[in-house]
């Protein structure tokens, strides 16, 4: 009953953009801090990006500063990952998770999450 729901992933050229979203069901996001997470194959999950409950507060990994931008409509009850100059490297399925009581860093080091979505598949090629 509380799903987290992925999309706008899909195939894109390097240079190009995506922007990813997360809208939830069963539950309202305000009250939870927020990730997005990838898994390469052959590679360990790593966090991407998080935000907290309040969105005041953001994580990015070193890889992607300066060209992802996390955000969030607690209104909308979705969260968005803009994702731009990407990169072969950024290959990887999608993952955004709920979490409560922590902070945007926190959620992000430890990956851990109260829910997971299903993966919205990104590929960068050319």
């Known amino acids: 009953q509380f799903k987290l729901v992925e999309s706008g992933g899909g195939l894109v050229q390097p240079g190009g953009s995506l922007r990813l979203s997360c809208a939830a069901s069963?539950?309202?996001?305000?009250?939870?801090?927020i990730g997005w997470f990838r898994q390469a194959p052959g590679k360990e999950r790593e966090g991407v990006s998080c935000i907290s409950s309040s969105g005041g507060s953001t994580n990015y990994a070193d890889s992607v500063k300066g060209r992802f931008t996390i955000s969030r409509d607690n209104a909308k009850n979705t969260v968005y990952l803009q994702m731009n100059s990407l990169k072969l490297e950024d290959t990887a399925v999608y993952y955004c998770?709920?979490?409560?009581?922590?902070?945007?860093?926190?959620?992000?080091?430890?990956?851990?999450?109260?829910?997971w979505g299903q993966g919205t598949q990104v590929t960068v090629s050319s």
């Open positions: 998770a709920a979490d409560a009581f922590t902070t945007a860093r926190g959620m992000c080091v430890d990956g851990r999450a109260d829910y």
């Open positions: 069963g539950f309202t996001l305000d009250y939870y801090a």
